[in-house]
């Protein structure tokens, strides 16, 4: 597969309604509400947050996103740590409708996504109960967050209408985000303020930075069901490249947007070797989902999302994973967040399975520098939940306090 040059795309105009410049807006994979779409090929309710800013130039429709933040994080206990590091996402987006004399009509996509995330180091952030992937190549992150790569998405789409209330598409990336689990916790309408990753991650939505996917995939009117070819090895430690495509994974999705306030899904993957220090094991992944969000009016609104993921790797375990988490915006310029979460994990403790929880409860008081971007202030507070012969002292818990500059 040849890496996609797409350009960031950067505008300050206000987002679009149903027309823009006489041009209809409608999703990229079909004749829905542009708002459904979410990270990768995956949905969220149509009363979801838009992807970005929103202008039109020679006939293409441009996106924008920016969301940077600079974080201070302490975990408690002998497992936790220290830090200060830079995160968040540049994202731009084109979207072109084609003439019927051009590839027959249809619609065209391209979506580029970067993050400051690699200047953090290779070791990420601490975050007790956190495990995946590794910072040398020999050894295991654990009671941290890995950084996520440079480039995070590097992909383009197709899709085609074959009647009044059908189309087909085709999605490429190198990197992209195969149809496997509920939208990236980053995009999610429930979680996209909240700059901690879910310990649920590698049991969610980990695979939205995969080097080589294709996915085909068709939409009849609410229905989506997509097919996915993809590399089932996670990123490794150098997150400033690129990484080898292998195709040797397949997941499958069914998604279903009932009305404007859910978005459902059920998702199955098999993961060919995903992990870089076990190179032997395989993984299937299991997840289903529910996301919900209603507009109170008066710039007040409320998410939330349930998901339950379950690994079942290669030596006969099955791990699962539950997440429930909602994001309240009462009023303008607020944002209340909480996440609560449980899974089994077979890393925290060696040869062991460790069942463990946290819960999180955090708020964010922005500032309107314009119509388009605000500056915020935020913190959280996680309580953590693990055995006590874990080794992570009495009371672990987790603080961050954060800034923030977005742009909506």
Do not use: C
């Not at 600079?70 to 408690?76: A, I, K, L, M, T």
């Not at 590839?103 to 993050?115: F, V």
């Not at 496997?180 to 995009?187: E, I, Y």
């Amino acid at each position: 597969m040849k890496r996609l040059a797409v350009l960031l795309l950067v505008s300050t105009m206000p987002a679009a309604a149903d027309t823009m410049g006489g041009m209809a807006m409608h999703g990229a994979l079909g004749s829905y509400a542009m708002n459904r779409d979410s990270s990768g090929t995956s949905w969220q309710p149509d009363l979801g947050p838009a992807m970005g800013q929103m202008t039109m130039l020679d006939g293409w429709m441009l996106m924008d996103r920016v969301s940077l933040l600079g974080v201070y994080d302490y975990q408690s206990g002998p497992r936790g740590g220290e830090m200060t590091f830079p995160a968040g996402m540049i994202m731009g987006m084109a979207q072109r409708d084609l003439s019927d004399g051009l590839l027959g009509g249809g619609t065209i996509g391209l979506r580029a996504m970067l993050s400051p995330d690699p200047f953090m180091g290779r070791a990420g952030y601490p975050l007790l109960l956190g495990s995946g992937e590794t910072a040398n190549g020999t050894t295991p992150l654990l009671d941290r967050q890995h950084p996520h790569n440079l480039m995070m998405e590097l992909a383009a789409t197709y899709s085609r209408p074959i009647g009044d209330r059908t189309s087909v598409f085709l999605y490429l990336g190198d990197p992209g985000e195969p149809a496997l689990g509920p939208s990236a916790f980053m995009h999610r309408a429930s979680g996209m303020d909240d700059p901690a990753a879910p310990i649920t991650h590698h049991w969610l939505d980990s695979t939205h930075i995969t080097f080589g996917v294709a996915t085909l995939g068709i939409v009849r009117d609410d229905w989506k069901l997509e097919v996915s070819q993809f590399t089932g090895r996670e990123p490794d430690q150098y997150r400033f490249a690129f990484n080898q495509i292998r195709m040797d994974s397949t997941a499958v999705r069914l998604s279903y947007n009932p009305d404007e306030h859910w978005s459902l899904q059920v998702s199955w993957g098999h993961l060919n070797s995903p992990e870089q220090l076990e190179p032997q094991a395989d993984e299937r992944r299991t997840t289903a989902s529910a996301t919900y969000v209603t507009d109170f009016g008066d710039e007040s609104s409320l998410a939330a999302t349930l998901a339950w993921g379950m690994k079942s790797e290669s030596n006969g375990q099955n791990l699962n994973g539950v997440l429930a988490e909602a994001e309240l915006v009462p009023a303008d310029l607020w944002t209340i967040f909480s996440r609560a979460e449980w899974v089994e994990n077979a890393e925290l403790v060696p040869t062991q399975i460790s069942r463990v929880g946290d819960f999180t409860l955090g708020a964010i008081r922005d500032i309107r520098l314009d119509d388009h971007w605000k500056f915020g202030l935020g913190g959280l507070y996680a309580f953590d939940f693990a055995p006590g012969h874990a080794g992570y002292g009495a009371d672990p818990h987790g603080v961050m306090g954060f800034v923030r500059l977005v742009a909506e």
